[in-house]
């Protein structure tokens, strides 16, 4: 029974532990990859001899991708709607979250008006002609403010402020605070793993965003870097490019400028992870259990 | 002494008819303050939620260019009768449901198993460094992701032909062949969204109470059979609701990355309903008969959560609300 048992347990060690290789592979080996491609020559990428070390070293790529005009007016469009965006979600949301996780009349009413948007929506049409009636259209507003409340967000939010301990609420109440001044001066500063969470998650969804600039924006001058680099991968042409045309597309190829773009986009996003990931995976849970 | 006590008892009733009142408009004066908060969520809702939804009227009414955004006669069902009779319609509507399906079917155990397996990697750092690892996809781009794909099964350079190459294999161009569609997309859906969608039923498996496992370790279970027995039916309830929840979508695909995805040679697999939305309404500017086909796309998947709920409701015992 014992030699059974513990022979078991060895099968299980070693599944798990090439599991373990298959899903850091997965993950990382495709960035691997494109990392050498971007680095190496056009030649060796045409040959397809690259594989995870780059072959030719050179970094045009880079150079290319970041003294163009596009990419660099794409970048600085992005981090504007990122920021003008989540800034405003974390208001919107926390104004809607928090009244109503409070016992107040009305309060399952305005919940299920909510949650019913999360069933069915308007669709594409109908929103585009909103934002259309609005004046809306090539602003920043319509890449923004479709987005600002999400009702499955809304949720956990709602949770967490549920979870707020109430006697500290209780005592500044009686201190002459009223609920507004509560929620800013009090509940918002302890809650910062839900407003984290939340930033984190506005913050991958609006750096991310590129279809409602596709439809919504008309000037290539707006457009967010996704938009711009989805039109690299589609192969159209870089115009008001930095560099001499002739010269660069001689040593640097169409493969290494797409893995470049891909490379650049991304980083923010695999810098920001590591340090929020201790707040999101508990945020999520929070919502997650209870919800 | 007496009288001393007499009114401190009337100064008390008094004081606690005060405090009432003071309590009952305090209550008031609170909940002003939550409405107050509300007003301006609330009022966005209507507009930017509701308001498109209204606007599904346009389905029912001729759109003139210039005109109001609801449309400016009414036309009764007119456009609904025009995409049902159309072949395209029909195709879209096939490869949007069997997309679907096969999503549910493929992804929701993945991510059930991929929980499963990391709950049993027992050092706490490796398994926090797996689920971070896991979780890296879900935050990338879908634009990325696609090309990222392009990149790797690209026929001429990319690393995937490269190897099946060295197999003997001849040159395959996946992203360009109708026959790859499906298993590209759910793949790469897979792959992105596996380690993401696994937190649900870690946070499910986490709350499973620790006296069952003791007592599964008292009857001789090995680790399988505690994983079969104890720790898959104590997160079914997460499992129907995960399912149910998905069945929603059901009408709705993911359909940034379908157009992403979308080649001419794979349209017959890649053309869903959405893309079908944004080609005849944002490109072609028909508006009033894309709206009818993207409203009947949303009302069939509310009819299907709501059956599914039903289902599960009378089934499982189980159900979304």
Known sequence: MRTIRRYEDWVFKLVLALFIIVVFGAVLLPFVHLHAVSFSSSAANASGKVSFLPIGF?????????????????????????????????????MCAYPLSKKIAGQSFFIWMIMLTMLFNGGMIPTYMMIKGLGMLDTIWAVILPFCITPYYLMLMMNFFREFPEPIEEAALIDGLNPIQILFRIVLPLSKPILVTMALFMVVFYWNNWFSSLIYLNKTSMYPIMLIVRNILDGQQLVNSGMAGQETTKYVSTASLKAASIMVTSLPIFILLPFTQKYFTKGALIGAVKG | MNRVMVIGKAHSREVRKEGRMNRTRRIIRKNIHYYFLLLIPLLYILVFSYGPIIGNILAFRKFVPGGSIYGEEWTGLRYFKMFLGEASFWRAFNNTWLLNI?????????????????????????????????????????????????????????????????????????????????????????????GWNSIIFFAAITSIDHQLYEAADMDGAGRL?????????????????????????????????????????????????????????????????????????????????????????????????
């Open chain 2, 225 to 321: 059979q505690k994983i079969w027995h104890v720790t898959l039916p104590q997160i079914m309830p997460t499992i129907v609701v995960v399912y149910i929840m998905s069945f929603g979508h059901l009408m709705t695909v993911a359909f940034e990355k379908v157009l992403l995805m979308y080649t001419p040679s794979n349209s017959e697999r890649s053309d869903v309903i959405e893309t079908l939305v944004y080609r005849i309404g944002i490109q072609s500017t028909n508006y009033s008969y894309s709206t009818a086909i993207s409203l009947f796309g949303g009302l069939l998947g509310l009819v299907i959560v709501v059956t599914a709920n039903a289902l599960a409701k009378k089934y499982t015992r189980y159900s979304l609300y």
């Open chain 1, 58 to 94: 050179h970094t045009m790529a880079y150079q290319f991708i970041l003294s163009h005009r596009d990419i660099l007016s794409g970048f600085r469009n992005s981090v504007l709607q990122t920021t003008v965006g989540t800034a405003l979600s974390l208001l919107l949301m926390t």
């Open chain 2, 102 to 194: 096969y999503h549910l079917v493929f992804t929701v155990p993945v991510s059930i198993l991929f929980a499963l397996i990391v709950n049993e990697i027992k050092p706490a750092r490796m398994r926090n460094l797996v689920q971070t690892v896991s979780y890296l996809p879900n935050f990338i781009s879908i634009v990325v992701v696609v090309g990222l794909m392009t990149e790797l099964l690209s026929p001429t350079y990319g690393l995937v032909n490269e190897l099946l190459g060295k197999l003997g294999v001849p040159p395959t161009f996946f992203m360009n062949e109708a026959g790859w569609f499906r298993t590209l997309y759910i793949s790469s859906e897979i792959w992105q969204f596996t």
